[in-house]
């Protein structure tokens, strides 16, 4: 009996290990946006802050923000900013709790960034 209720208990905790894995990364939504790396950036922020993310790390020279969202279950946002052929690319990628945000949920808030910055492309 012994044995069969150790091997039981042994599976279940075999299967909680398998189950923790890291979380696949999600494809990033990417888009072209109009402006320079420098106005894209500074009019991200902006945006960000404005629905309450305060920012981490912001390098313009990287052309990089992460900015986080104090509220549960805890929300993390990574842009990435390049110069392109007319204004700027943008990948931006977000964490729930943790795990990777599908970019589709992202393309509202892109075009919310494309509209503040001018007309699209």
């Given at each position: ?51 309450g993310y305060v920012i981490r790390h912001a390098d313009a020279d990287l052309g990089r923000i992460e900015a986080v969202l104090g509220r549960w279950p805890g929300y993390r946002i990574r842009l990435e900013v390049r110069s392109a052929e007319r ?35």
């Amino acid at each position: 009996m012994r044995r069969w209720l150790s091997g039981i208990v042994l599976m279940l905790l075999l299967g909680g290990c398998a189950s923790m894995a890291p979380p696949e990364p999600a494809e990033p939504a990417t888009g072209n946006v109009p402006g320079s790396v420098t106005e894209v950036l500074d009019e991200s922020m902006a945006l960000l802050m404005e629905r309450g993310y305060v920012i981490r790390h912001a390098d313009a020279d990287l052309g990089r923000i992460e900015a986080v969202l104090g509220r549960w279950p805890g929300y993390r946002i990574r842009l990435e900013v390049r110069s392109a052929e007319r204004g700027s690319r943008v990948e931006m990628t977000a964490q729930r709790g943790g795990y990777p945000l599908p970019s589709d949920l992202l393309e509202p808030w892109l075009m919310t960034l494309r509209s503040r910055l001018g007309s699209g492309l």
